[in-house]
């Protein structure tokens, strides 16, 4: 596709969800300029509100964020259209994430109203199989309203002998899993590692070093600092994730491919913040208005960063400047009903 652009895929919330969408979006990148234009909705489907892609086959994956869970897979086409593969039970309630593992045998969901984690065998072609295992968290949190039981929010698989991470915001846990390939079951890593009350832990992010692990805390507008050694998830430090007043709830949390600047997106205030990494905890360098109230996602794609606003309906281009890590908005914002997802 040599001087035709790039393509990438947006999810988000459709009217059985209370979103205005009407699928999986497709939209053609130009790599010099970072802009976006729509080629329309290629998969009609239920809130596919986060997005996967197989790391060497032409699959897409996306959650079915419903009451009755599920998954669903599409190959892709090399202008980004989709061909239905099928669709599977999670087992869990309002599945919100999903992460295939390094190897690609592997898909794993998080099931936030469910509280649990599913495992999808998948074949050579990337295709997934009736699932293998549904873990289900047990517990709760100091919000009454928001963690009145488990609401797993992400899954995160290692590599090299790392555990699989899956973040548990009603519990106020990070809980680790090795994967039994032979049987495509999860083996529990105890204890859970648990955050402080009230925070409500919601993504994480694993810095290319490794070793350290970075994670948004969206009930108390936080960034925990984590160092992963031996398996075990070491508590290093917390740091805001805004300095702006009013009501602050952080989601998508992301790391630059060199591993200098760290990104957490801010609902309620409208903001993305850049934190640099030379140091133990992450050190503000600015705080950037998105053009929105409520950044549900960001993507970063080669020198740009694609922010999706969920209320906003749009997704907005910013080049990242390379010396500083701060993004700088380019261009229009790109219509989309619903945007919750981004994927390069």
């Known amino acids: 596709m040599a001087g035709r652009g790039e393509i990438v895929h947006i999810g988000g919330y459709t009217a059985p969800s209370g979103g205005r969408g009407t699928g999986i979006v497709a939209a053609r990148r ?3 300029t970072g802009e976006l234009t729509s080629l329309g909705t290629v998969a009609v489907t239920d809130s ?39 669709s599977w039970p999670t087992g869990g309630a309002e599945p919100c994430h999903l ?8 898909l794993f969901v998080a099931n936030y109203g469910g509280g649990s984690v599913t495992v999808f065998p998948l074949d050579a072609d990337g295709v997934p199989g009736e699932r293998t295992d549904v873990v289900a968290h047990q517990g709760h ?3 009454p309203e928001r963690q009145e039981r488990a609401h797993a929010h992400m899954v995160s698989p290692g590599t090299g002998g790392s555990p699989l991470l899956a973040v548990d915001l009603g519990t106020d846990s990070i809980y680790r899993y090795d994967l039994d390939s032979a049987t495509g079951r999860l083996v529990p890593r105890a204890p859970r590692v648990r955050t402080a009350p009230g925070v409500g832990p919601r993504h994480l992010a ?5 070793r350290r692990c970075y994670v948004s805390g969206e009930l108390d507008g936080s960034v925990l600092a984590y160092e992963l050694l031996d398996g075990a998830l070491h508590h290093r430090g ?6 702006r007043g009013g009501h ?18 801010n609902r309620g205030v409208g ?27 960001f993507a970063l794609i080669g020198e740009h960063l694609y922010v999706a606003d969920e209320r906003a309906d749009m997704v907005r281009t910013f080049r990242v400047e390379p010396a500083t890590g701060v993004p700088v908005a380019v261009g229009e914002p790109l219509p989309i009903a619903s945007p919750t997802c981004v994927l390069p």
């Open 30 to 32: 130009e790599p010099r």
């Open 48 to 86: 596919p509100s986060f997005l996967a892609r197989h790391p060497t086959r032409p699959v897409l994956y996306a959650v079915n964020e419903l009451p009755d869970g599920r998954i669903s897979a599409w190959r892709v086409g090399t202008d980004g259209e989709l061909s239905p593969i099928g």
């Open 99 to 106: 992460a295939v593992a390094p190897d690609g045998a592997h």
């Open 141 to 143: 949190g100091a919000d």
């Open 206 to 210: 694993r810095h290319p070093d490794g």
């Open 238 to 243: 917390r740091v805001d994730a805004s300095d």
């Open 248 to 265: 602050v709830q952080p989601s998508e949390i992301g790391i630059g491919p060199d591993g200098r600047f760290l990104y957490v997106a």
């Open 271 to 297: 903001t993305v913040t850049v934190f640099a990494l030379g140091a133990e905890l992450p050190e503000l360098v600015a705080e950037v208005e998105t053009g929105g109230e409520w950044p549900r996602h």
